[in-house]
């Protein structure tokens, strides 16, 4: 098997294995969700979650019938072989995956309303590319859903009173959100210099991070706990029929700002956070996690 089969052959376990299932981390969230939910119905909707969850995986069936938008976080090495062949393999693994689990085809020109079929079209999949120092390849497939998308908010603030406000805009937007995103939720928070910056900080924390970590900056980490503990204070439970998580998590990611901006995203990931990771050696070993 060559290294393009190798890829090919990754990627494809990789993106039936994300749709397949939430994230381990996830799931272990919301087992722990229902066990401290004190209202009857959030516990209903958890448990009805949790069996999902089963039926799909005995059934090797995707999770949630919105398979999403396919986005690819891809590290690069500088001498992994193949570097220029990767991305259309990537493309290529998603028309297949979508024709054998299958997946809802998700991808629709926004002018012509044509659906290709194979969640595959101009600019999709999504890529987002980091090359460092190294000789191996690493992508983590992440597919997320509309229903989580369509709430997400970005916003350029004056500097002088954004961090201050800050927890203010983002219990309104949870609140706004309401039960469009299928809570319980992860939310994902970015500080940026530009909006486009800030929006990817924030889809990054929010479907990236595992449920439980937190920023390496003990003051972020602190405000990330204080906002966890705010938006669950707010009831608004499993599916929005009221109760005690709202959110798994609360993840924050930033970059410094320009003196006369602070760019703020709020993003939303549903229960269903979707991730799978996989790892190629120039040697052809993989690994899927």
């Given at each position: 098997m060559n290294l393009e089969e190798v890829v090919m052959r990754a990627a494809k376990e990789a993106i039936t294995r994300a749709s397949?299932?939430?994230?381990?981390?996830?799931?272990?969230?919301?087992?722990?969700?229902?066990?401290?939910?004190?209202?009857?119905?959030?516990?209903?909707?958890?448990?009805?979650?949790?069996?999902?969850?089963?039926?799909?995986?005995s059934s090797t069936a995707a999770v949630c019938q919105d398979t999403g938008v396919p986005t690819?976080?891809?590290?690069?090495?500088?001498?992994?072989?193949?570097?220029?062949?990767?991305?259309?393999?990537?493309?290529?693994?998603?028309?297949?995956?979508?024709k054998e689990l299958p997946l809802r085809p998700n991808t629709t020109d926004p002018f012509t309303?044509?659906?290709?079929?194979d969640n595959t079209g101009v600019g999709v999949p999504v890529f987002d590319v980091e090359l460092f120092d190294g000789d191996y390849l690493q992508f983590t497939y992440v597919p997320k859903g509309g229903g989580s998308e369509l709430p997400g908010k970005a916003m350029v603030l004056p500097p002088g009173t954004a961090l201050r406000d800050l927890p203010k805009i983002v219990l309104e937007a949870v609140v706004d959100a309401g039960p469009m995103p299928c809570p319980p939720v992860i939310v994902g928070i970015g500080i940026g210099p530009t909006l486009d910056a800030a929006a990817k900080l924030a889809k990054k924390a929010a479907t990236l991070r595992p449920v439980g970590s937190r920023n390496q900056n003990p003051e972020v980490a602190k405000m990330e706990e204080a906002l966890l503990r705010a938006i669950n204070k707010l009831g608004l439970g499993a599916?929005?029929?009221?109760?005690?998580?709202t959110a798994l998590d609360v993840h924050i990611e930033y970059a410094y700002r320009?003196?006369?901006?602070?760019?703020?995203a709020v993003m939303f990931s549903c229960w269903a956070t979707r991730r799978a990771t996989a790892t190629v050696w120039p040697d052809g070993r993989y690994q899927v996690a």
């Open positions: 397949i299932s939430p994230a381990f981390d996830v799931v272990s969230a919301l087992r722990r969700a229902r066990e401290v939910e004190s209202s009857e119905a959030a516990r209903v909707q958890i448990g009805a979650i949790l069996k999902n969850v089963e039926l799909a995986a690819f976080f891809v590290k690069l090495g500088d001498g992994f072989p193949i570097r220029s062949k990767v991305l259309a393999i990537l493309t290529e693994a998603v028309r297949q995956v979508t309303e044509r659906n290709p079929g599916h929005g029929v009221g109760g005690d998580v320009h003196p006369a901006t602070f760019a703020l």
